[in-house]
T-cell receptor, first 112, second 115 residues
Framework: RKEVEQDPGPFNVPEGATVAFNCTYS??????FFWYRQDCRKEPKLLMS???SGNEDGRFTAQLNRASQYISLLIRDSKLSDSATYLCVVKRLSGGYNKLIFGAGTRLAVHP | DTEVTQTPKHLVMGMTNKKSLKCEQH?????MYWYKQKAKKPPELMFV???????INESVPSRFSPECPNSSLLNLHLHALQPEDSALYLCASSLSSGLYQETQYFGPGTRLLVL
């Protein structure tokens, strides 16, 4: 079993739709949590950090449930430009430093 | 300026060649990383440098040799690679390697093809 699990998708949604991505992690020592976005043939870019209280950035809302070891990302009013792969990332101590553990990513395709 | 630069963007090399990948950041970050990413897979950590010293080697074969000449530069020397080493090589940096909420910023990557 992978340490960070995501539904690979693809999620095919029309413009304007609301879409939700889920992620689970298995190591309870994980300390911090992120969503990264990666466009085809580009580098991962930080979308947002995820906090226990939940946080919102415009159309994007992230939630963390430490008890269930579950992270979510909600995208409202999807745009064509949201089409990308969304990587769920957790950070935990490994060998004395903080290591990023990536999920395999969830592909989103927004169509007109 | 949250920019990490990498050169070259693309590289084709034979199995007997020696080449180097370069990474540069001017954000004052003291931790730098090399990742390898195969198609449709997430990035896999290779090396971590903290304050110009190699902190982590994730059991990477010796045909990959990292070097950190100063706090802004990170190199990856390649020698006698195999075709299965073809991948996107990503460099990243963060303010330090110890703070749990620290963000890693990625460069655009070097797309490597080994023939």
């Amino acid at each position: 079993r992978k340490e960070v699990e995501q539904d690979p998708g693809p999620f095919n949604v029309p413009e304007g739709a609301t879409v939700a991505f889920n992620c689970t992690y298995s190591n309870s020592a994980s300390q911090s949590f992120f969503w990264y976005r990666q466009d085809c043939r580009k580098e991962p870019k930080l979308l947002m950090s995820v906090y226990s209280s939940g946080n919102e950035d415009g159309r994007f809302t992230a939630q963390l449930n430490r008890a269930s070891q579950y992270i979510s990302l909600l995208i409202r009013d999807s745009k064509l430009s949201d089409s990308a792969t969304y990587l769920c990332v957790v950070k935990r101590l490994s060998g004395g430093y903080n290591k990023l553990i990536f999920g395999a990513g969830t592909r989103l395709a927004v169509h007109p | 300026d949250t920019e990490v630069t990498q050169t070259p963007k693309h590289l084709v090399m034979g199995m007997t060649n020696k080449k180097s990948l370069k990474c540069e950041q001017h954000m004052g970050h003291r931790a730098m990383y090399w990742y390898k990413q195969k198609a449709k897979k997430p990035p896999e950590l290779m090396f971590v440098y903290s304050y110009e010293k190699l902190s982590i080697n994730e059991s990477v074969p010796s045909r990959f040799s990292p070097e950190c000449p100063n706090s802004s530069l990170l190199n990856l020397h390649l020698h006698a690679l195999q075709p299965e080493d073809s991948a996107l090589y990503l460099c990243a940096s963060s303010l330090s390697s110890g703070l749990y909420q620290e963000t890693q910023y990625f460069g655009p990557g070097t797309r490597l093809l080994v023939l």
